[in-house]
């Protein structure tokens, strides 16, 4: 027989009372339920005691009268291996009318209270790093129902290099999600200005194409006889077109190009700047969380989600940046290196009355030194 027997008294309510409990907790059962006879002071038949046991503890409730009530200073305390273990117990002690309370305690309809609790919970506020423990106590205060999860986050937020995890609440596969949409971003900015200067790039080349067919021409054009010294070349005709200066479209090239990898270092720094006010607004959390301080918990915790997005931002912004501007210088500075350095300038076409245009892909065929 169990040596100490929780009782119960109740007004009329004993015997519903343990049909409630008996359907909450597992591994429950009915002991015995006596009335009353003649003797009252219930009329006869009525409900006095009930026995029960709720999964292993023993009960009895009693219908005394409505002289006494149930109030908070008097609790059951249910230890938990697991949150749907907590979560079950919850739902089903506040049905039908049951009040939560905070940091775990709830009146079920009776107005008997219990308190559902994580045996984690225990084990945390025990550890023998205080630090720790002040924060598991200082998370718990702000809860209604525990959440051995967040106890677990709070217990682990101490540590700088997990910082970002704790905060955030982020799962990992979120932020590796997250870093490959970084990369698609820079790779798609980086095709975006390859694109944007292709046109020049094809342009330009449909140009140096046309004035190598014109000199060319001339080259296979014989000199006129008696002439000891080669002519002097005539002034450029009205269907020539001088060379276009490479160096000048690769310098331009060039020089955006550093721009925008600038423009992406200091948007990087900004990120740099508001990762430390994340930092910083982190080790606050952490000093208030270890002090109790739930109001200035609340705020730093705030504050260091906001300023950690705002820095994954800029790091985003900057990255893209600085890739976009690699790309065009580097993409510029092959140009210029495939280009002739010393080009000489081209001579006017025998008959500049005729002009050939030519595209891009496209071959034009010189026979016997003329078109």
Known sequence: M???TPFLWFDTQAEEAMNFYLSVFPNSRTVSVSRYGDVGP????????????????QFQALNAGPEYKFNPSISFLVNCETQKEVDTLWDKLLAGGGKEMQCGWLTDKYGVSWQIVPVALGQMIADKDQAKANR????????VKLDIAKLKRARA??????????VSMRPWSLRILRGRLYL???????????????????AMQSRVAAIEIQALASAATPAPKGSANKPKPPPPGPGVTPPPSSTSSSSNG???GRGVAVAGIVAAGVGAVFGTLALLSYLD???????????????????TKTQSLIADASYVVGASLFAGGVYLWLSSSDKSSNQPSNQSPAKPLKNPSVSIVVGPGETALVVGGRF
């Not at 937020?157 to 704790?166: A, F, K, M, T």
């Not at 000093?287 to 609340?298: C, D, F, I, P």
């Open 184 to 202: 698609t971003v820079a790779a798609f900015l980086a095709t975006f200005a390859r694109g944007a200067e292709q046109p020049a790039h094809v």
């Open 2 to 4: 169990q040596k100490i």
């Open 254 to 256: 060039r020089e955006l």
């Open 285 to 303: 959390t952490d000093r208030y969380a270890s002090t109790g301080n739930s109001a200035g918990y609340e705020t730093s915790r705030d504050f």
């Open 157 to 166: 937020s101490g540590s700088l290099d997990g910082y970002r995890r704790v």
């Open 42 to 57: 219930k009329p006869k038949g009525t409900v006095m005691v009930a026995t029960f046991i709720l999964d292993g503890q």
């Open 136 to 143: 598991v106590m200082a998370a718990m205060m702000q809860m």
